[in-house]
């Protein structure tokens, strides 16, 4: 059986070190020298820099009502082993209450426990002068519940009940704890300890450390606990068990009757330190092979956390000047789109987005640049992340394709129209023969050799239209409504002798955009005039104008005959109409104007349910 007692092994250095890694605020009173030792937990709670005090400072702290009951209660601690009061202590001009657990130690010292008060707290006038002979709280697998300290009987023990909680909180303690005595024989180690190091130390007490762990083998744990030994100071280190393969992190309180050794596993913490190590190295690997600069950065914006090393290839600028600058990224972006990519950077905090724009990087070069983010979090914390890619080549090969498709529809067209006025003119000469021969019959075919002559001219002008590139647009400020309404108008005498009406509906959001109302209105006068010739008598036109995510959506539907699916996949080629004397050039030039704005248009429509054509257009506003 092992004889030991825990109380004559606790010194008071050690009571104070396990009180502080569990935060328990507490100091010891050393009543012969007058002296009183606060623990950091305690003085950082008073708000003190001084860890050491007289006894007559450390009682200044508390109230006036409080220092003449804890001086009575410290010289009568022979009546006495434990007893707690409620006290009131001036803490930053404020006036705290802590419940105050007094103990009495076997080698005469006092600690006192500071903890916040609860319904059970006693007051002073309640202090109870308890006996010894309460029942061991600890399990009976304990390995302290195994020694004599905690056997012991009322006659021979001053144990009190705070002294079995610190020890019953040891066997229950999240880290390894372990206490030596001045000849290097283990007398304690808790469970956790036992667990850590492979052994049952129980099974070994009283045997010297180096009895248990080789010299040669744990030659650096040595070294600590014997400088620790000798300056009496707290010594930490880390430390390697070889047995288990648990890396530690360790700290060792000496004191005249021996150490106290601390040991927290940090094996999990490192293993997970060292994934996120592979990881991060596995991800700079990619990142920095990849032609596309990734970034990551906070929710407003402000702040960059990463960047790839492909930025400075992409923009031409080191991306430590962008780290510590974010704002100099957009003095790169070409003036007619910063305000965009400002606003899509805003759109990548709300969801997935991506923008394409034209950078100028310091040397002068001109470059395209896509790019895509969107709003990520991790533990909790917001992000953006996104990549840019420079995609000047992609946008000359679309040029030179656009180019390419141009030309190869001019050349169709080129035939087209050399078929389309071939007619006309062979129609013209015709009637041109016929006069010369009968000057009396000239005035008759007048007329129709005007006509044709229109119908030549219409031809030239609209191919003429096409195969012009792509003029620059002129924005203003422009009034929708103010614009379907114009052309509503100036439509009207058309539809009323069809006896055709037209609706337009406008979105109560619309408001004022920047567009170019030139091409706005002959888009709508192209669409509407093209929607009334498909209508028989007593039909209807409604356009309707609505704002769906940034984009303004005009749609022209008609009740009329409809197209089928044939017809639908055939328009817009050149020289395609269904109208008896169309060219299929119309929709052709209508498409051109919408390109120009930057838009889209499409058909929707079925044979004997009408046809809807819609156009998108961007909504600047």
Known sequence: MIKERYSDHLYSGELLAILEVSSTPACLLDVHHQTVTLNQTLSAELKIGETKLHLSNWLSLFQIHNRGEIYRIIHQSSAWNETELSVSIQVSNQ?????????????????VIFSSPTNKTNKSSQRSYQDTNTQN????????????????????????????????????????????NSNWE??????????????????????????LFPVDEYNNFFQHYLRAMETQEPVDFHGHLYKTGIEMDITVVPSEQGATIIAKDISRYNKQLE?????????????????????????????????SDAFTNIYGLDKQVIMDNPGAFYELIDDEYLEIVKEAGIIMTQKEHQVEYTITTPAGEKKWIRMRGFPAEDQGRKYVVGIDEEITKIKEMSLLEEKSRQLSTITQMAAGVAHEIKNPLTAIKGFLQIGAANPDLRDSYH????????????????????????????????????????????LDPDSSSKEVMIHYTCDSNLKGFYSEPKRLKQILINLVANAMEALGEDGEVQIEAVIHQQELIISVIDNGHGLSEQELSKLGEPFYTTKEKGTGLGIMVTKKMIDDLDGEINYQ????????????LPYRT
């Open 275 to 307: 994934s996120m190590r592979n990881a991060e190295e596995r991800f700079n690997l990619l990142s920095g092979n990849i032609k596309e600069a990734c970034w990551i950065c906070s929710p407003d914006l402000g702040e960059l956390h990463y960047l």
């Open 186 to 211: 283990v007398i304690y180690a808790n469970p956790k300890m036992e667990e850590m190091v492979g052994l049952k130390l129980s099974d070994y007490y009283r045997k010297k450390l180096w009895e």
């Open 447 to 490: 007329d129709i050799i005007l006509d044709e002559v229109n119908r030549i001219e219409s031809i030239v002008q609209d191919f003429m239209m096409l195969s012009k590139p792509k003029s620059s647009v002129q924005l203003e400020y422009v009034n929708l409504e103010a614009i379907i309404s114009y052309v509503s108008r100036l």
């Open 605 to 616: 429509s079925s044979k004997g349910e009408g046809t809807c054509v819609t156009v998108r």
């Open 95 to 111: 006036s705290k209450v802590f419940s105050c657990k007094m103990l009495h130690l076997s080698n005469g010292n006092i600690a």
């Open 137 to 180: 709280p600890l399990p009976s697998s304990s390995v302290l519940n195994m020694t004599e300290a905690f056997n012991t009987r009322a006659s021979t023990t001053r144990t009190s009940q705070v002294k079995e909680r610190l020890v019953q909180a040891a066997d229950y303690f999240p880290y390894g704890l372990a206490m030596l």
